[in-house]
């Protein structure tokens, strides 16, 4: 596989890392930063990638796949420097959050081999889910972005491109809701009185256990739940108290007011 990477951040370096680790050649990738103390990073971080400052054809030159992997706010410039060297067959992959294909082909001069794909961060270590979305017409001509962001961990397609806007809501910003959560069990303890050592690891051995649980089982999340919680026990008291304050559905709200968000920021982008 011959990629180049149009930014040099945690997310394009991590994926980066994850195709070397797979056993992809290092020679055979390439990166462009224009950060200069972010390429001595990357020189540490990935050896052997090619690293460059600017897009320029030379960057691009017999590379399958070219990986938007800048902050939404810098895409559009990226792209526009990216318009003039980029061949009719190379396949684009963006994973910038909120920024739609129309706008994307658009800063591309009219590119139309684009795949949008929603990693979340889990994916700097191996283990995160991405979401993607092609064009139905262009779909099979695709799976190479799949195979990237395979390296990183689970990946989904989706029929329509308006579902990335609840796929950022839901898997996109999630990893913050399980540390916000996390962090409050972990405060939880140490209000109780453990010491901050043993109430980050059982708040951390909590996490890890109930999730592989629910892997493991057949059961659904309300099932597990209720296998938990024993009548009048101290389980049924802690939830009755967050029932109490309707926890279920604020959080379920904030779910929705990310996905609302999500859309005005393509709103917002697509005016660039």
């Not at 992809?24 to 950060?35: F, M, Q, T, W």
């Not at 409050?184 to 909590?206: F, K, M, V």
Request: aromatic share 4%; charged share 25%.
């Amino acid at each position: 596989m011959k990629a180049t990477f149009i930014g040099g951040g945690n997310m394009g370096s991590a994926i980066v890392g994850a195709l070397i680790a797979r056993g992809e050649l290092a020679g055979e990738l390439r990166i462009i930063e224009p950060s200069s103390m972010q390429r001595e990073r990357l020189r540490e971080r990935v050896p052997g990638v090619a690293l460059h400052e600017v897009a320029d054809a030379h960057a691009l030159a017999g590379s399958d796949i070219v990986v938007l992997a800048v902050k939404p706010q810098q895409i559009a410039q990226a792209c526009r420097e990216l318009a003039s060297h980029l061949a009719v067959s190379q396949l684009v992959l963006s994973i910038a959050a909120g920024v739609r294909c129309a706008d994307l082909s658009r800063w591309l001069g009219g590119h139309a081999r684009i795949v949008r794909a929603m990693p979340n961060t889990p994916a700097l270590v191996g283990a995160g889910i991405s979401v993607l979305y092609a064009a139905r017409e262009i779909r099979n001509d695709t799976r190479i972005a799949e195979d990237v962001l395979r390296a990183c961990g689970e990946t989904l397609w989706c029929e329509r491109e308006e579902d990335l806007d609840a796929v950022t809501a839901v898997s996109g910003s999630g990893p913050a809701y399980v540390f916000y959560f996390l962090e409050a069990l972990e405060q939880a303890a140490i209000d109780l009185g453990l010491s901050p050592p043993i109430a980050r690891r059982l708040a951390y051995a909590t996490f890890d256990g109930s999730m592989r649980l629910a892997r493991e089982s057949s059961e659904s999340p309300a099932r597990l739940r209720e296998n938990v919680t024993s009548k009048g026990g101290t389980t049924a008291r802690a939830l009755e108290t967050m029932d109490a304050t309707d926890m279920r559905m604020h959080f379920i709200d904030a779910v929705n007011a990310a996905a609302t968000r999500a859309a005005e920021l393509g709103d917002a982008f697509g005016k660039a």
